[in-house]
């Protein structure tokens, strides 16, 4: 985790997949800290969105921590939070869904944090994903028809 003094606090990851007339989103952020120094565990933020539902709403799922670690401990740590990202991964893969370019890595401010811990849509930062999209060769439109330029 961060200092509690610095404006970013840690990177978050962008992936999109898709499958004909239908696009998951998702976003996992670090833990760090909000802007009141409260800390803000990582979270992973998804949506769904097709062409009869282009505005979804974000999902939000707090990854719980539940215990410190030091030293070989550390991969088995990690390994037990992103339990849940893994499943959410395999019925992504089982569900034929494609994934769209690569993952997008960006920074991750205390009040984009806050945002996640609130519930609330990180705005900005999806403001840097849509530029970060656009400047990867992303297509425009976030639902698509046809998977054959997607992949």
């Known amino acids: 985790m961060q200092d509690v003094s610095k404006a970013v606090q840690g990177i978050a990851i962008y992936a999109e997949f898709a499958r004909v007339n239908a696009t998951t989103q998702i976003i996992i952020t670090p833990d760090g800290y909000g802007p009141s120094d409260k800390i803000v565990r990582m979270n992973i933020v998804r949506r769904t969105v097709t062409k009869d539902n282009p505005r979804k709403q974000w999902r939000f799922t707090m990854v719980p921590d539940s215990r410190s670690v030091s030293g ?4 088995a740590y ?10 959410l ?9 494609k994934m769209v370019g690569k993952p997008i890595l960006l920074e991750a401010s205390k009040d984009d944090l806050e945002n996640v811990r609130n519930g609330k ?5 999806i403001y840097r994903i ?9 297509p425009a439109e976030i639902v698509n028809a046809d998977l054959s330029a997607l992949v």
Do not use: C, H, I
Not at 72 to 75: G, I, Q, S
Not at 78 to 87: F, H, I, K, Q, V
């Open 72 to 75: 070989a401990d550390k991969v």
């Open 78 to 87: 990690a390994d037990d939070r992103l339990g849940y990202a893994s499943s």
């Open 89 to 97: 991964f395999d019925q992504l893969l089982a569900g034929e869904w």
């Open 121 to 125: 849509t990180p705005t900005k930062m």
């Open 130 to 138: 849509n530029q970060s999209r656009a400047a990867n060769g992303y």
